[in-house]
């Protein structure tokens, strides 16, 4: 076992800006705005209407399949309407809209804990799902379908990803120093579902006082431990924590279930503790607020259809003196630069970062033809080969570049981006064309229906 895994980078953390920062709980004023597709999967179905009344807690819109989930009301009001608003993506989707009454009054049937020991297997995996909870460390994944998978007899470990390696991003780290206990709990509750498994917290050594408070929690569980990793980008990612703890490559176009691994973020672990002993659905999540253009750089406690713009100002807005030049859902390397801050956060963000420069503005004006140094290939986490990639994009050939060159294994960390000297935006280039050719396929299944 390793603490860290093949590649990477280490680009400046910046975490000391918001670090010491204790999560608070952010109560929003303003109208609420619920996306109806907030995790991977067919989007929910609304399940409310213009004028019905809301309860914080309620659902209001159903899962549509199984790889899809549930989304319940952060606030107490009546719903506005349903209909297409713009999303952090800059496109238009379909969304719930609710007139926050500001009282947060909850729905009866959650709150109240139940002990572990009255709560069977089936009843984790059934309040799971009927909570909507989705992976809160990614791209939103409902957790219900990765906690069942086809043998769990053969999952080795449950990993906790605590690993929280995007530059800026502290919630995870905060939540771990106050809720350790919580966390743990919702561990155990994961590994009764996998008797054969071990439960592993990965958390990089840059966080001492979250590794002391998770091995504080840990301490006495015979089926869980705690694993400082190597502070380096993208130690987070489910491949390479894969690699580091269970020792073994990721396949490609695997799941982590086929290699006997099941990985949940520190958050998503809280979330199914909530939901196993508490009933309550998943409306709320850790988020920073940080960047060198936030005046008050911070953790918290947000809702699930809160708007990005009314948090910043009642986080006290831009710095005095500092130009905002760029605005992301998420961090600097993965984070989805916003076109407005007047869009919904959704269950699976996790940051806000203000930059007061833009790198990708530099970086355009350094470009340079590919100087085939190869550095893109040393830090791929995956192990692809960034540089024959672009070149297979640049000449249209993108059967070579799905079937010989992996290109849709690529997980989008930017690593490759970081460390070209030439400034190529490889990872943006990659994601274009990844979409492109997931679209070409779904269209060419459409027909053939």
Known sequence: MKDTFRGGVHPAGRKELSREMPLR????????VFPLSQHIGKPAKPIVKKGDAVLVGQRIAEADGFVSAHIASSCSGTVKAVEKRRVLTGGMMECIVVDNDGQFTPMEGFGRRQEPSA?????ILQRVQDAGVV??????????????????QAIRFVIANGAECEPYLTGNDQLMRTRAAEIVEGLELTLRLFPNAEGVIAIEDNKPEAIAAMQGAASGK?????????????????????????????????????VGCIVDNVGTLYAIQRAALYNEPLFSQCLTLSGEAAANPGNYIVRDGTSFAELLEAAGGVKAGVTLKKALAGGPMMGIALSSLDVPIQKQNNGLTLLADDPNEKAELQRTSCL???????????????????????????????????GLECIQCGSCTYICPAKRPLMQTFKQTKSEILARKRAEGGAKK
């Open 25 to 32: 709980e952010f109560l929003p004023t303003g109208e609420m």
């Open 135 to 152: 992976g809160l460390g990614g791209a939103g994944f409902p957790t219900h379908v990765k906690l069942k998978p086809r043998d769990p």
């Open 372 to 406: 085939r140094c190869g550095r893109c290939t040393t830090v791929c986490p995956v192990g692809l080969l960034p540089q024959l990639m672009a070149e297979a994009v640049l000449m249209g050939d993108l059967k070579r570049y799905e079937t010989r060159l992996y």
């Open 119 to 123: 709560v069977t297997n089936d009843e």
């Open 222 to 258: 015979s089926r869980v431990r705690v694993q400082a990793m190597k502070t380096k980008y993208p130690q987070g990612g489910e491949r390479s924590l894969i690699q580091a703890i269970a020792g073994v490559d990721f396949p490609l176009s695997k799941l982590p279930a086929d």
